[in-house]
């Protein structure tokens, strides 16, 4: 058989953060191309379907199938033995799996060609995966950090089990925020990302006391300033009561 050479795109990175397709031009054998793919995923979130092959200098060529001798696609992928594209959603995490994908020449030949594919799925996460916010009543809290939802891309927020009164959750951002209005017992409150199929959660501790006040008292020329959850002046003090129009 005559050897011929041609230039096409010989490895393809896909995946989230990665961008479009790359190809990377070279002299090529006859075989199937792209050469190698690697596809960064999630679990439980659809993947960018890997390119279609070429097949190059290949006279008669038949169905694609993953190699007998290879590693499996990762649950939730399939081929398409026309094309060789594999895509599907991801439902279990790998990292480094490479698969081999394999094509034969339908002659007397019988030539095998290959090519690899190397998943890295990865398990969608939030971040900061704690918060902490100690709150009291009548005062505004400092809104907690906006979540970082790694995998995601538009993801609705939600929490369980309700924000104590006057707190709300931001159900884009996932920011909780407000002025809340009745003592509440710390608890741990569980904020869940979805996108489809795609969840992911993280949880914030809040505990309400009662809001502190300030009152002046006065004795003689004496003014003093007394500030507790229930201030009351020492003895022999009067409460200055402030001035209303």
Known sequence: MRIRRFLIAASITIGSGIGAATPVLA????????ATQT???????????????????????????????????PPGLTINERTGVVSGTPTVATTG????????????????FYATITFNIAVASLAPATQTVSASTGRTITPTTAITATGFDTPAYTVSPALPA????????????????????????????????????TTVSIGVVKGTTTI????????????????KCPKGFVRIRPRTR
Do not use: H, W
Request: positive net charge; proline residues 7%; aromatic residues 6%.
């Open 27 to 34: 002299n090529t054998d006859p075989g199937i191309y792209p």
């Open 39 to 73: 596809v960064n995923g999630y679990v439980n979130k659809p993947i960018t379907p890997t390119a279609v092959y070429t097949d190059v200098g290949v006279s008669n060529p038949k169905d694609f199938f993953i190699a007998p001798d290879s590693l499996s696609l």
């Open 97 to 112: 799996r490479v698969v081999r994908v394999q094509m034969e020449e339908d002659n007397d030949g019988n030539l095998t």
């Open 166 to 201: 006057g707190l709300a959750l931001n159900a884009s951002t996932g920011v909780i925020s407000g002025t809340p209005t009745a003592v509440t017992n710390a608890a741990t409150y569980t904020i869940t990302a979805t996108q489809g199929i795609l969840v992911a959660s």
């Open 216 to 231: 002046r008292c006065r004795k003689g020329t004496k003014v003093r300033r007394i500030t507790a959850v229930a201030p």
